[in-house]
Structure formats: structure tokens, C-alpha cells
């Protein structure tokens, strides 16, 4: 029996990406794009693009969002008109408001929440975690991040992911240990801080670096995203195991077992 998607931004790259990923175990039953869209309207596979989530969602097992904060919250809120059952969400750049809004949500739905469903960043994530823990505050930590120039926030919320987990392996909090980027007169590096990079231009899909710098010797971790499909497989991966789920708020580390 497959498992019926709706998917968010089902125009967009993202969404296209999953429509062509989907394969047999999946039926597409629904997707909506923005307001103004040239997408809205064009009926294909028996249903319709809407605008509306609860629309393009009405006969849909799981919800798969990669869209923006505000437009991902308010499809949450429409999911109420609906039996759907599980929601990915991959949208990046919530605040913490938004997030716990998120939390909320999972009382009733399985949600898996998470900023990167790529099997070799989340195994990435991992490594740079134990690395943290093994090398300690005597080797500088910096994490560079690449992506196309149409992303609007920085850094990544993968970035900020790697970050996180380098930040648990010294036993402290992102925030306590971050220092702002590199430019002007910044003063000698602080030791055990952990800063950020980023790049932006292209059609870089998503290229990620953890450099842990001694005096004598650099590890570094890194990943190269080379087709979006990934992210895509992820996803569909995440919502086959969801929809057996109960309510909660999930990772990837729970779909993958890590």
C-alpha cells in the first residue's frame, strides 16, 4: 500500500525534486505553492495545485514542507482540517519561538523536524561531534559553509547543525562558545570558539566543512551535496517511517537509527 504525500512548494526545486523521487511506495495526492504562483491551478495526477494547505492536503497520509517559516507554520495550523497523519518539516531559518510552535504541533502529529535529511551529513554530524569530544579546546574549530545564491539565510541551518554538535562534544552550548565572523580588527582568536563562514553564489547545492586547526596539524570533516535528490530521498525515507509514528517531534537520527 503506498503512502500518500502532499508536498509544499510542489513547484519549487525542492518540491519537484520529491515528485520525482517519489517512486512506487508513494502517491502524490496533493501540493500547493504561494500565492502569484504560475503553478496554481494546473490540475495533474487527479488533483489540483491550491494555495491552501488543508486543501492540497485532504487526502493525504504526511505533509512534506522545505518552504519558509511563516508558510510552513500556517500549513501546520490548516493540517487541523485534515487526517493527516505525520509532517516533514525541512524549512530552515525558524526562530526559537517558531520552533518550540513546532513542538506544539507534534502533540498531535508525528513530525520529523530537522534542517538536513542527507544521510552523509547526518553521519557527518556525528563524526564532528566525537571529534569535539576527542581533540578539546586546544584545536580551533571553523565551519565553512557553501550554498546557491538564491538562499537567504546565513549560515546554513546545516551549518548551524555541525556547529551544535561540535559544540555538545566540548560539553557547552553554541551560543556560549560562537564568536561573531572574522572581519576588521578582531583580536586574537579566542580558545575553544567555534566560527562560521559562508559562501554564497551559483548553483552550489550545499558544501560543508568542520576544520579542527592545531598549531602542528588541520581534520578536516566535509560534505559536497551533488544533487538535490538527496534531500528528497531523505525526506520520503522520513516519511515512510513517520506515518507508523506516533506523536512526537523526531530527527533524522531517529529515522536512521544514528
Known amino acids: 500500500m503506498s503512502i500518500r504525500i502532499a508536498i509544499a512548494g510542489v513547484a519549487g526545486r525542492m518540491g519537484q525534486a520529491l515528485v520525482s523521487s517519489a517512486g512506487p511506495h ?22 489540483t495545485v491550491s494555495d491552501r494547505a488543508a486543501t492540497a492536503a485532504e487526502s493525504a497520509d504526511v505533509w512534506i514542507d522545505f518552504t519558509t517559516p511563516a508558510a510552513s507554520l500556517e500549513a501546520l495550523e490548516q493540517l487541523k482540517q485534515t487526517d493527516v497523519k505525520a509532517a516533514i518539516i525541512g524549512t530552515t531559518g525558524l526562530s526559537p519561538e517558531q520552533e518550540r510552535i513546532v513542538a506544539e504541533h507534534a502533540k498531535r502529529l508525528a513530525i520529523v523536524r530537522d534542517r538536513n535529511f542527507s544521510l552523509g551529513v547526518n553521519l557527518m554530524i556525528g563524526l564532528v561531534e566525537q571529534a569535539a569530544a576527542t581533540l578539546k579546546s586546544g584545536w580551533d574549530i571553523e565551519i565553512t559553509e557553501g550554498h546557491h545564491r538564491r538562499k537567504v539565510d546565513a549560515p546554513s541551518g546545516t551549518a548551524l547543525m555541525i556547529g551544535e554538535a561540535a559544540a555538545r562534544g566540548r560539553g557547552a552550548a553554541l551560543g556560549d562558545i560562537r564568536v561573531p565572523p572574522h572581519d576588521g580588527q578582531t583580536g586574537p582568536r579566542k580558545e575553544g570558539a567555534i566560527a562560521f563562514s559562508v559562501i554564497r553564489g551559483g548553483g552550489i547545492i550545499g558544501d560543508h566543512e568542520a576544520a579542527f586547526i592545531s598549531d602542528e ?42
Do not use: C, N
Open 26 to 47: 508513494f502517491t502524490i495526492a496533493g501540493g500547493s505553492e504561494r500565492v502569484g504562483s504560475d503553478a496554481l491551478g494546473v490540475t495533474t495526477g487527479g488533483w
Open 217 to 258: 596539524e588541520v581534520l578536516s570533516i566535509s560534505h559536497r551535496a551533488l544533487d538535490r535528490a538527496i534531500f528528497a530521498k531523505g525526506a520520503l525515507a522520513a516519511a515512510g517511517w513517520a506515518v507508523a509514528q506516533k506523536p512526537g517531534l523526531y530527527a533524522m537520527r531517529d529515522v536512521l537509527r544514528l
